[in-house]
C-alpha cells in the first residue's frame, strides 16, 4: 500500500537547520508531487514547498523562501525538507504528503521539531 | 498568500446538518477546482475528506459533500455524529503555482 515513512523528532537551537526525510513506498515514486506541510501546537496547517520527483521542479511557499530547501533522490524513493536559521516559531509537526490523483491522499506520521526559544 | 478564511468554530446537535465555508479570492478558490478539505483529529494526521471542490475518496461517508461559489468552497457534513467531531481545513491551489489551506474549523458536536 502507499506508505510515506518520516525521520524521527528533531530538537535545534536557534540558528541551525534540520532536515526531515520522507520515504515514500507503494507507488512509482516519480509519478507524483510531494509536498511538505507543518503545525505549529495548536495552530492551522501551513503549506511549505513541493517538489516534483520527476525532474526535480520545486517551489515554496513565500514566507520561508531563502529558508527552506525541499529535494528528492529518486533511487532512494526519498524526500527531503530542510529548514535553515531556525527559531522557536518553527517548532512544529512536519509532514510530507502525497499529491496523487485525489490532492493530498496520503501523508506521513508527521516528524517533531522543537526549537527551544 | 494570505490562509483562506474559515470559520475558527462551528458546532451542531446529532442528526443536524452543519456547513462550513472557506473564501479566497480570485487568485486561488475561484479561479480553481482543486479545492480539498481535510479532517484532522487531535494528535492525528490530516485525512482526505473532499477533492477537486466535490469529489469523495473511496470510503468517506456520503454524509460529506462539499460545493463551491465564486471564491468561496464549501464543506456539509449531514446527519453529524459524535466521530465527526474534529478540525476541519480546505487547500486550495494558487495562480503562483502554489497551495494555501484555511485557517480552520473546530467541529463541535452538542
Known amino acids: 500500500q502507499v506508505q510515506l515513512v518520516q525521520s524521527g523528532a528533531e530538537v535545534k537551537t536557534p540558528g541551525a537547520s534540520v532536515k526531515v526525510s520522507c520515504k515514500a513506498s507503494?507507488?512509482?515514486?516519480?509519478?507524483?508531487?510531494l509536498h511538505w506541510v507543518r503545525q505549529a501546537p495548536g495552530q492551522r496547517l501551513e503549506w511549505m514547498g513541493w517538489?516534483?520527483?520527476?525532474?526535480?521542479?520545486?517551489k515554496y511557499s513565500q514566507k520561508l523562501q531563502g529558508r527552506v530547501t525541499i529535494t528528492r533522490d529518486t533511487s532512494a524513493t526519498t524526500a527531503y525538507m530542510e529548514l535553515s536559521n531556525l527559531r522557536s516559531e518553527d517548532t512544529a509537526v512536519y509532514y510530507c504528503?502525497?499529491?496523487?490523483?485525489?490532492?493530498?491522499?496520503?501523508w506521513g506520521p508527521g516528524t517533531t521539531v522543537i526549537v527551544p526559544s | 498568500q494570505s490562509a483562506l478564511t474559515q470559520p475558527a468554530s462551528v458546532s451542531g446537535s446529532p442528526g443536524q446538518s452543519i456547513t462550513i465555508p472557506c473564501t479566497g479570492t480570485?487568485?486561488?478558490?475561484?479561479?480553481?477546482?482543486?479545492v480539498s478539505w481535510y479532517q484532522q483529529h487531535p494528535g492525528k494526521v490530516p485525512k482526505l475528506m473532499i477533492y477537486?471542490?466535490?469529489d469523495r475518496p473511496s470510503g468517506v461517508s456520503n454524509r460529506f459533500s462539499g460545493s463551491k461559489s465564486g471564491n468561496t468552497a464549501s464543506l456539509t457534513i449531514s446527519g453529524l455524529q459524535a466521530e465527526d467531531e474534529a478540525d476541519y481545513f480546505c487547500l486550495s491551489y494558487t495562480s503562483t503555482s502554489t497551495w494555501v489551506f484555511g485557517g480552520g474549523t473546530e467541529l463541535t458536536v452538542l
Open positions: 477537486d471542490v466535490s
Open positions: 507503494g507507488y512509482t515514486f516519480t509519478t507524483y508531487p
Open positions: 504528503a502525497r499529491q496523487g490523483p485525489r490532492a493530498f491522499d496520503t
Open positions: 480570485s487568485s486561488d478558490v475561484g479561479a480553481y477546482n482543486y
Open positions: 517538489i516534483k520527483p520527476d525532474n526535480g521542479d520545486r
